[in-house]
């Protein structure tokens, strides 16, 4: 009972921090003559409501799809036209067709906000607190103190509540599979993921994984026994789930492919704005984009990506494990990340959620991970107004990781998880005895890196000549310790030789 309790108090304060971090402003805040991602859902509830669906993702007089088109799969398209019948019922002006373009007010900003608010307590809050409480080998105050942690990740808090969008729901979605197939509810877990594939494409950064955990146990099972038919169940759901989604898009076949092409704009170039990955940052050194064509483009990331996250996957068909699943799902989406074609600043998201799983495990790297990612956003949240959001949450998100978990003294070879590395290096150069107090400095070192970068960007102008000087910093620094994550979230689990075996239901 008072494990409910102090439960209740924790999402409590996870509700209270993001509705203070809501009264903030939001992306493009009387900004015409195209505002931002805050018009941008709202203009999506305009168009669900006022128009058939065959003309959801068509250009047309009445959907210009140069203003805010739909570009997301078609359960956002339903989430919008539900929230648009709310707002009908509340003013009809908010969503009124043409007229209500870039519609603002207090009243409209609290619905926005509210609406967040409500998925957030639908689908994903839950989600974190069921998870919190099905982890084994720690006490119930470590289970409270993971949710706790969670919950204040600042990254998700700035963008859904600051910035604006709803990236909770596919996140929860995805979150509801993990928990799914890692309590051997591998269908329910399965459908869980399909939403959240269905309500953002990007959730695709989550589902090799997913395949592979699942193949895995197919093939423990035996393939020509129970094995089988866990694969044509698995596959039943699948394919029900994407139909039943996609339905009204597959009367005609134009239909389709129009989705797919708003789904997939490859035209768009390999990445957007100031973002921390691979191909970003070495396009200051080399404009990549400029020089190759869009094909070579196309394969060269494809290749990176699928080579970078191809040894996890493997690893995790052979020896499927639950623990093994959470650590591949960062692994896999981090690759993704880095290498994969038009990637966003926001999709960092994504890798920062199964870090959040391991949190307990690897306090520590997971702690210094989080940070670096919300740091990644920071051009983004500056040009939202959103500073002193972001240094309040990433204070108290920090300080909740360090009394929660006491990270500092959670250093040593076996509590990163790299004693099987470090065993196996020392074999051929008995002198590698550092690693430990190596990582230590590479995480001050990085943390000086931040802060100053954060003063500098704040209180500096930069150079004329190189006006987005910070910012690309930025980028290029969030980078190359993301490059650093990839490396050592694939030695731990390529040296955990043990997660085939001893496993638990959810470790």
Known sequence: MEKWYLMTIVVLIGLTVRWTVSLNSYSGAGKPPMFGDYEAQRHWQEITFNLPVKQWYFNSSDNNLQYWGLDYPPLTAYHSLLCAYVAKFINPDWIALHTSRGYESQAHKLFMRTTVLIADLLIYIPAVVL?????????????????????LYPGLILIDYGHFQYNSVSLGFALWGVLGVSCDWDLLGSLAFCLAINYKQMELYHSLPFFCFLLGKCFKKGLKGKGFVLLVKLACTVVASFVLCWLPFFTEREQTLQVLRRLFPVDRGLFEDKVANIWCSFNVFLKIRDILPRHIQLIMSFCFTFLSLLPACIKLILQPS???????????????FLFSFQVHEKSILLVSLPVCLVLSEIPFMSTWFLLVSTFSLLPLLLKDELLMPSVVTTMAFFIACVTSFSIFEKTSEEELRLKSFSISVRKYLPCFTFLSRMIQYLFLISVITMVLLTLMTVTLDPPQKLPDL???????????NFLFFLVYFNIIIMWDSKSGRNQKKIT
Do not use: E, M, R
Not at 131 to 151: E, G, Q, V
Not at 322 to 336: D, E, I, P
Not at 470 to 480: A, D, E, N
């Open 131 to 151: 998870y919190c409480c099905c982890l084994k080998d720690i006490s119930t105050k470590k289970k409270i103190a993971n949710a706790l942690c969670i919950l």
């Open 322 to 336: 639950s623990k093994g699943f959470k650590f591949t799902l960062v692994s896999c989406a981090l690759s993704f």
């Open 470 to 480: 910070f910012s690309v910093l930025v980028c290029f620094v969030s980078c190359l």
